[in-house]
Structures are given as structure tokens and as C-alpha cells.
């Protein structure tokens, strides 16, 4: 087994959090539809959150942490696999932030195993719990969005 420091792993996820800040943020300003952007920018904050609540639990700084049960839509199973890059369109990005919330929260959901105290284990637990639910609010985009019939 590869022994790997909690700090090393937190630097790591406070590391994809600040990406997935400017990936929302970006995406925010490639699109005119207000509600997509209003969504976007929340989602950019809760990563910014997310990138605060590591900081916080890194320093000995952080309180209680509550963890609320998320249900998981599962549109992004069906959708195809996308990368993006500067040409892609908003449906491409969401696709693509969908399928990435999904893996941050396999990611901490993982992480909350492999940890040795209660606290850390309810950090990525919390953590997990708060990507299904970006993914939930992105699917719900997605499907008002660019599922019309429904």
C-alpha cells in the first residue's frame, strides 16, 4: 500500500478544487444564459468553499462538520465521455463537469476509507456528500437545459 500523508492528500484536493473554480468560472463566461451563469458562478463558489473548508481542516481550524443525504441522478452515466478545451460549447463543459463531480465524489468517498481519524473520515465524507451534490444540480442544468422533451 502507498503511504501517502494526509497533508499530501489534502494539498491534492484543495489542488482540484481551485481547478474546478476557474473551470466553472470560465464556463460561466461562454454563455448568456442567465440562469446557466448565475448556477455556474454558485457552483464556482462551492468549490471555493470546498478549497476553504480543506484549508481550514489542514491548520486545526475547522468546527463540526454536517453531512446531508444527496440523491444521485445518474443523467451523466448516459452521456458520453467529453474533454474540453477552448472551443468547447457550455453543454460540452457541463457534460464534462458532471462526469468530473462524479469522480471527485468517488474520490473522497475513497479517501474517507483510507483515513485514520473520525474527523478526517467525516471531512471526506462531507466532502463526497457536497460533489454528489454539484453533480445533482449540474444534471438538473443539463436536463432544462438540452433534454427538452423533458
Request: charge should be negative; glycine fraction near 4%; avoid cysteine.
Amino acid at each position: 500500500m502507498i503511504n501517502i500523508k494526509i497533508n499530501e492528500i489534502i494539498d491534492f484536493a484543495i489542488k482540484e478544487e481551485i481547478r474546478f473554480q476557474k473551470i466553472y468560472s470560465d464556463a460561466a463566461k461562454r454563455t448568456e444564459n442567465n440562469a446557466l451563469v448565475s448556477m455556474l458562478d454558485e457552483l464556482s463558489a462551492m468549490e471555493k468553499s470546498h478549497e476553504e473548508k480543506l484549508k481550514a481542516f489542514k491548520s486545526g481550524e475547522i468546527g463540526e462538520i454536517g453531512n446531508v443525504k444527496v440523491q444521485d441522478l445518474k443523467i451523466s452515466e448516459y452521456l458520453s465521455d467529453t474533454e474540453i478545451d477552448g472551443n468547447s460549447n457550455i453543454q460540452d463543459v457541463i457534460v464534462y463537469a458532471m462526469k468530473s463531480e462524479k469522480k471527485a465524489n468517488e474520490l473522497y468517498t475513497k479517501l474517507s476509507g483510507l483515513v485514520n481519524t473520525h474527523a478526517e473520515k467525516e471531512l471526506f465524507l462531507s466532502l463526497a456528500n457536497e460533489e454528489l451534490a454539484h453533480k445533482n444540480q449540474l444534471e438538473k442544468m443539463y436536463e432544462v437545459n438540452f433534454m427538452p422533451e423533458n
